[in-house]
C-alpha cells in the first residue's frame, strides 16, 4: 500500500503556467513588490492569503514551524500576534532569528522572508487585542497556549471561567499575549513556470537600500 501511495506521490505533475514575472515586473522596493502581490492575492480570493509558515530555531537549534496569520505590514516589517509564553515565543527569546513563507497555490506564487523578530508596542497590541470579537479576546485569555491538557474539557472549563467572571465587563489584555514584528533582511518571490522554469527574484537589504538578483529555479 506505501508503495503504491509513493508512486502516486512521485506522480504528481501541475505544469504552472498560469503567470510570469520578469524583469520588468520587479519593483525596486520589495515591500511595495509584496503590496502588490497581497493585493492580487486577495483579488483573486486566495484561501487566506494572510496565512503564513512561521519558522522559529529550537534551543538545540533544530527548526520549528507552524502556520500563522499576517495582522499588518508596512516598510519596517510584517506583525502577527500570538501567546509570548507558546514554543513560539520561548524560542523567539532565545534567538530571534525566523523565516515566514506566503504559499499561494491559486496564482501559482511563494513568497519567503528572513530577518529578525521583536515585540511590538504595549499600545499596538492593545489596539489590536480590543479589536478582536470578544470570543476571541476571552480565547486568548484562556489558552494556556503550548501546555499538556488533559483533554478539550480544561479548555471549555478555563473558557468558562474567564467568561463568567467578567461579569459583563470588557476582559484586559493579558501580559503574556501580543503582538510580532519580522524585520526582513530578505525577500524572494516565487512564480510558478511552465517547465519548472520558476521565475525567482531574490532582494537582500544593503543599509537602508535593498538589492534584488535573479535566481535559477
Same mark, same amino acid.
Given at each position: 500500500?506505501n508503495?503504491? /501511495?509513493?508512486k #502516486?506521490? *512521485?506522480?504528481?505533475r @501541475?505544469?504552472?503556467?498560469l +503567470?510570469?514575472?520578469d ?8 515591500? #511595495? ?7 492580487e492575492?486577495?483579488? *483573486? ?5 494572510? *496565512?503564513? =509558515?512561521?519558522? =522559529?530555531? +529550537?534551543?538545540?537549534? /533544530?527548526?520549528? *514551524?507552524? @502556520?500563522?496569520?499576517? +495582522?499588518?505590514f508596512?516598510? /519596517?516589517?510584517? =506583525?502577527?500576534? /500570538? ?9 523567539i ?6 523565516? %515566514? ?12 522572508i528572513?530577518g +529578525?523578530?521583536?515585540?511590538?508596542s #504595549? ?8 479589536s478582536?470579537? %470578544?470570543?476571541?479576546?476571552i480565547?486568548?485569555?484562556?489558552s494556556?497556549?503550548? =501546555?499538556?491538557?488533559?483533554g $478539550?474539557? @480544561? ?8 467568561k463568567?467572571?467578567? &461579569? ?8 503574556h499575549?501580543?503582538?510580532?514584528k @519580522?524585520?526582513?533582511? %530578505? ?8 517547465? $519548472? ?8 537589504r ?5 538589492? &534584488? ?5
Open positions: 500500500m508503495e503504491l /501511495t509513493n #502516486k506521490i *512521485a506522480a504528481l @501541475v505544469d504552472y503556467s +503567470k510570469e514575472f524583469e520588468t515586473h520587479v519593483l525596486a522596493d520589495p515591500i #511595495k513588490q509584496f503590496s502588490v502581490w497581497f493585493q492575492a486577495l483579488e *483573486a480570493d486566495v484561501n487566506e492569503p494572510n *496565512a503564513m =509558515t512561521l519558522a =522559529t530555531v +529550537k534551543q538545540d537549534n /533544530t527548526p520549528s *514551524a507552524r @502556520v500563522v496569520l499576517l +495582522k499588518g508596512n516598510d /519596517t516589517g510584517f =506583525t502577527f500576534f /500570538t501567546n509570548y509564553n507558546s514554543h513560539k515565543g520561548q524560542q527569546i532565545q534567538n530571534p532569528n525566523v523565516a %515566514l513563507v506566503f504559499c499561494w497555490l491559486e496564482l501559482q506564487r511563494q513568497i519567503r528572513e +529578525k523578530v521583536s515585540k511590538i #504595549k499600545q499596538e497590541s492593545d489596539n489590536y487585542f480590543y478582536r470579537p %470578544l470570543s476571541s479576546q480565547g486568548a485569555i484562556a494556556p497556549q503550548s =501546555t499538556v491538557i488533559e $478539550r474539557h @480544561v479548555l471549555e472549563e478555563i473558557y468558562s471561567s474567564v463568567n467572571n467578567l &461579569h459583563e465587563k470588557a476582559p484586559e489584555r493579558p501580559e499575549w501580543g503582538g510580532y @519580522v524585520e526582513p533582511n %530578505l525577500i524572494e518571490f516565487w512564480q510558478g513556470r511552465s517547465s $519548472r522554469l520558476h521565475d525567482r527574484f531574490e532582494f537582500v544593503n543599509g537602508n537600500d535593498w538589492k &534584488h538578483n535573479r535566481l535559477a529555479p
